[in-house]
Antibody, heavy 121, light 108 residues
Framework: EVELVESGGDLVQPGGSLRLSCAAS????????LTWVRQAPGKGLEWVSA????????FYADSVKGRFTISRDNSKNTLYLQMNSLRAEDTAVYYC??????????????WGQGTLVTVSS | DIQMTQSPSSLSASVGDRVTITCRTS??????LNWYQQKPGKAPKLLIY???SLQSGVPSRFSGGGSGTDFTLTISSLQSEDFATYYC??????????FGQGTKLEIK
């Protein structure tokens, strides 16, 4: 059974940093692209960042480019999101989601339960 | 970025009703359109991909249609567990893979 478990969400001050993790099981981790999608409180879904199966290709939304870094450790079946220079508008539940293929298709067939990041002083 | 517009933003319906939600994109995306269901406090769930392909395990009362810029999600006979928020999402070649603003389906 496919499982994605996010962790690392916390309350952080503006300008601070946080690293999110997403531990995966139940599938061949390196064979699939992975994505972070966030949802601000009471709002819709926003695509944040994605990486190919090897981790060699990475992509970012303009809103986080230069501040967030996506990475993956295929030996640990874990996806990461390093978040720097955090702003109040980054406050959201962050979901990791599994793509249906090694390269990005944008079709997310499994999602984690999410982890809450709150940026506030 | 490709803009997504869902209508209606909210909808009240009864168990057994047939419901259709519409998604319009700001440019043609072929059939690169997906639909997700989200219940309060839960992660989104993939229902339909590539405009009309039913994800494994999703009941057949859900169906998708359309191509180009206009798409629909139809629930043929609403069940109590279908009351949720529905999002369309484009997965055309241009990143980011944007989502619609959501349609909240409520019990009448």
């Amino acid at each position: 059974e496919v499982e994605l478990v996010e962790s690392g969400g916390d309350l952080v001050q503006p300008g601070g940093s946080l690293r999110l993790s997403c531990a995966a099981s139940g599938f061949t981790f390196s064979s699939y692209a992975l994505t972070w999608v966030r949802q601000a409180p009471g709002k819709g879904l926003e695509w944040v960042s994605a990486t190919s199966g090897s981790g060699g290709s990475t992509f970012y939304a303009d809103s986080v480019k230069g501040r967030f870094t996506i990475s993956r450790d295929n030996s640990k079946n874990t996806l990461y999101l390093q978040m720097n220079s955090l702003r109040a508008e980054d406050t959201a539940v962050y979901y990791c989601a599994k793509d249906r293929a090694w390269a990005l298709t944008g079709i997310y067939d499994y999602w984690g339960q999410g982890t809450l990041v709150t940026v506030s002083s | 970025d490709i803009q997504m517009t869902q209508s209606p933003s909210s909808l009240s319906a009864s168990v057994g009703d047939r419901v259709t939600i519409t998604c319009r994109t700001s440019q043609s995306i072929g059939s690169y359109l997906n639909w997700y269901q989200q219940k309060p406090g839960k992660a989104p769930k993939l229902l339909i991909y590539a405009a009309s392909s039913l994800q494994s395990g999703v009941p057949s009362r859900f169906s998708g249609g359309g191509s180009g810029t206009d798409f629909t999600l139809t629930i043929s006979s609403l069940q109590s567990e279908d009351f949720a928020t529905y999002y369309c999402q484009q997965s055309y070649s241009t990143l980011p893979y944007t989502f619609g603003q959501g349609t909240k389906l409520e019990i009448k």
